[in-house]
């Protein structure tokens, strides 16, 4: 069972609000990532980080910005919430330098635009 | 374009039967290929990792199997449980992917029937 840990777990919000979303682990890990999963589809790397502030853009495209203070801390904000920010969004870390060390995946937070 | 396809994209049998779902994939050079599982609401759980060299891989009633010639891979789930629902998705790390970055499938989605 990964150490991985994502807040809120679902999140209801009004256009134009500002929100973070959290992940934290405990595993040590350096590599931290978000992936943004709509239903249906493959997940999509928005942001990862190396380490302590670093922190690159994914592949798709994002309105929203994270940072890496602390090693066990990742959050994701979004400014202003657009419905089209509907999705799932799930945190993963990983340890270790090789491409088969595992990615461990955080429950995720279902996050509702209205 | 590094794509990964899998099939079929849902899948219904009754408990206690056998099932086998597919991933061809594109990606290159090739690093390793892992099997997910991912509950409803939740993230992600790596089944299996295979490299290169490695043709089969099990975990209980689950066995990954590969063929890095035709870029095929299967997923065979034995005597299927309720709790085998779920959606399996085929993730593929390429051979400079050293920081963790994947390519996913959309996943096939599974329902065990009592």
């Known amino acids: 069972e990964a150490d991985i840990y994502q807040t809120p777990r679902y999140l209801v919000i009004g256009t134009g609000k500002k929100i973070t979303l959290e992940c934290s682990q405990t595993?040590?890990?350096?590599?931290m990532y978000w992936y943004q999963q709509d239903p249906g589809m493959e997940l999509h790397l928005i942001h990862y980080s190396y380490g302590v502030n670093s922190t690159e853009k994914g592949d798709l495209s994002s309105e929203s910005t994270v940072s890496r203070i602390r090693t066990e801390h990742f959050p994701l904000t979004l400014e202003s919430a657009r419905p089209s920010h509907t999705s799932q969004y799930l945190c993963?870390?990983?340890?270790?330098?090789?491409?088969?060390?595992?990615?461990?995946f955080g429950p995720g937070t279902r996050l509702t635009v209205l | 374009k590094n794509q990964v396809e899998q099939s079929p994209q849902s899948l219904i049998i009754l408990e206690g039967k056998n099932c086998t779902l597919q991933c061809n994939y594109t990606v290159s050079p090739f690093s390793n290929l892992r099997w997910y599982k991912q509950d409803t609401g939740r993230g992600p759980v790596s089944l299996t990792i295979m490299t290169f060299s490695e043709n089969t891989k099990s975990n209980g009633r689950y066995t990954a199997t590969l063929d890095a010639d035709t870029k095929q891979s299967s997923l065979h789930i034995t005597a299927s449980q309720l709790s085998d629902s779920a959606s399996y998705i085929c993730?593929?790390?390429?051979?400079?992917?050293?920081?963790?970055?994947?390519?996913f499938g959309r996943g096939t989605q599974l329902t065990v029937w009592p």
């Open positions: 993730v593929v790390s390429d051979r400079g992917s050293t920081l963790g970055r994947l390519y």
């Open positions: 595993m040590g890990h350096d590599k």
């Open positions: 993963a870390s990983k340890g270790g330098r090789t491409s088969t060390d595992t990615q461990y």
